[in-house]
């Protein structure tokens, strides 16, 4: 079945970009999709990409696909405090909702 | 626009007994889909639900169901509780239409089992 893979954790100073990358196994993964969860709350969409694009941009958030490699990738630029959250990789085919997670990415933003 | 509602956000409950969760989709959403999670083994998908049938199945036994009623609200229910059920349960909504899906999450039930 799927496995999909980040690093547990990520520390960036305030104003830096930040970036957490993501490997996925499933080829026939058709959505990528990364989720926010803030402490004590659900998880908030934040932006996805269908498996036939390399790249979207939406404000401060780029997403990087390499299908080749498997690897998805968030850039969030100009990084602040209150992007301090953990985030979460998830791949899904298209039916269904049966998403595959990650583990989650904890990003701490530094002042 | 009303998000999804999950209620109760926080339920405690002993070991043996059983529990039902409730999730209200955003209106106009047929699909359902419930998750666990837990520090130890992160995300896992439990079902998914459209127009009262369960279409997919995570690989969880048989204590925990579900089913949707005619209104698209989805329960989830687990029976004879154990202390490793304890986790936050998650709701995602989506209009499931062909060629792909944009699920929305609730807040999530913290269930302690005690």
């Known amino acids: 079945g799927e496995d999909v893979e980040q690093s547990l954790f990520l520390s960036v100073r305030e104003g830096d970009s930040s970036v957490i990358n993501c490997t996925y196994t499933?080829?026939?993964?058709?959505?990528l999709y990364w989720y926010k969860q803030e402490p004590g709350a659900g998880l908030q969409l934040l932006t996805y990409?269908?498996?036939?694009?390399d790249m979207k941009q939406d404000q401060r958030l780029t997403v990087l696909l390499n299908k080749k490699d498997k690897h998805l990738s968030l850039r969030i630029a100009d990084t602040q405090t209150g992007d301090s959250a953990i985030y979460f990789c998830?791949?899904?085919?298209?039916?269904?909702?049966?998403?595959?997670f990650g583990p989650g990415t904890r990003l701490s933003v530094l002042p | 626009k009303a998000g999804v509602t999950q209620t109760p956000r926080y339920l405690i409950k002993t070991r043996g007994q059983q529990v039902t969760l409730s999730c209200s989709p955003i209106?106009?959403?047929?699909?359902v889909s419930w998750y666990q999670q837990t520090p130890g083994q992160g995300l896992q998908f439990l079902f998914e639900?459209?127009?009262?049938?369960?279409?997919n199945k995570g690989n969880f036994p048989g204590r925990f169901s579900g089913r949707q009623f005619s209104n698209s609200r989805s329960e989830m229910n687990v029976s004879t509780l154990e202390l490793g059920d304890s986790a936050l349960y998650l709701c995602?909504?989506?209009?499931?239409?062909?060629?792909?899906?944009?699920?929305?999450f609730g807040q999530g039930t913290r269930l302690t089992v005690v």
């Open positions: 995602a909504s989506s209009l499931a239409a062909s060629g792909g899906t944009e699920a929305f």
């Open positions: 499933d080829s026939s993964s058709t959505y």
């Open positions: 990409i269908f498996s036939n694009m």
């Open positions: 998830a791949a899904a085919r298209d039916y269904g909702q049966n998403f595959v």
């Open positions: 209106s106009g959403h047929r699909s």
């Open positions: 639900y459209f127009s009262e049938t369960q279409r």
